[in-house]
């Protein structure tokens, strides 16, 4: 018996991290149903959500000023979340340019900030985007070329991390989102992904659906997407910069946050996951949302059925591996609190960090602890 718990938990973590790869990379194989992309331009409304971003927002709207695509059909709007600091002084300096500044009073969060600010775009396709995010030249373009196919109605574009001090929880992220990125590109390759990456993505205006405040808009509002009939479209061509946190207790931090608003959005979006009717849309939050949430509970489990397998060579080998995966990660936090990046332990410690704010996720979730707003990190 004890020996097939520990072989079920191995499934279980087996699946989630390679397993659903490898399925959704066979399926890719003889499933693959591509997205018509054309050199289209189209009226964009880009959307950028700020909340006290005094320190970034000139460098962000010169960015977003200097992307190439045709001028007049881009407007640009910051939606500022009633920032307390010089935000709102500095997008007025840009006002002479075409930036057209919505200030939300009230502090009502980023969902509800960009609900109230939809509803007064006119682009046919908005864009949304994070005061923190700098994007490559030609991502409007890459982004609004798969429009071209009427059955596409949301496309996300693709993070690429720096991490300009070394901190390894910053490498651990840099890792973790190109393996995010494959699994995306390999989904929208058979169908669909099921998902947004926050500071890139974009939907048609007449298919956005204004969500609750205390929902994560770029999963909520895809799902919003796919359950009209829609296809979200990854497009890994599309690029946005990010500088990757730089303490783990920002990750950890950031992390709750974002998963505990994620458990909320599956909750409300819970019908998808009737396989009946969303086949494959249910199998891919099944396999790569909900189960990687379970995994925070799987691997303590893991850890004791296997001390009551200890006597045989093979069992006692794979003890030593978790022990010494999570000495690395507690090593890794040791250093990472004194201010040393050393890159050796990135992968353990992002790994536990990300779990350990998952299994703090769920119980927020569980005694009904919501987030709606968001305080600047950087």
Known sequence: MNELIFWLLIFIIFYTYVGYSLVILILSLFLHRPVKKEAIYPQVTFLITAYNEERSIAAKLENTLDLDYPRDKLEI??????????????????QKRGVIL?????????????????AMAT??????????????KDAIKKIVRNYADPRVGAVSGRYEYVNPTGAAIGLGTILFWKYENLIKGLQTRIQTITGCCGCIYSARRDLYEPLPPDIIS???EPLKILEKGYRISFEPEAVAYEETTETTQEEFSMRVRVISRGMYGLWYMRRLFNPFNYRFIAFQLFSHKALRWMVPFVLPLLLVSNFFLIGQAFYNICLIIQVIFYLGAALGYLFDRRGKKLKIFALPLYYCVVNSASMVAFFHTI????????ETAR
């Open 77 to 94: 709007i910051v939606a500022s979340d009633a920032s307390t600091d010089e935000t709102d002084e500095v997008v007025r300096q840009f």
């Open 123 to 136: 682009g046919d396709i908005i864009i949304f985007s994070d005061a923190t995010t700098n994007y490559k």
């Open 218 to 220: 770029d999963l909520v």
């Open 367 to 374: 005694v009904g602890k919501k987030s709606v707003i968001w």
């Open 102 to 118: 919505n200030r939300v009073e009230g502090r009502l969060g980023k969902t509800e900030t960009q609900n109230r600010t939809v």
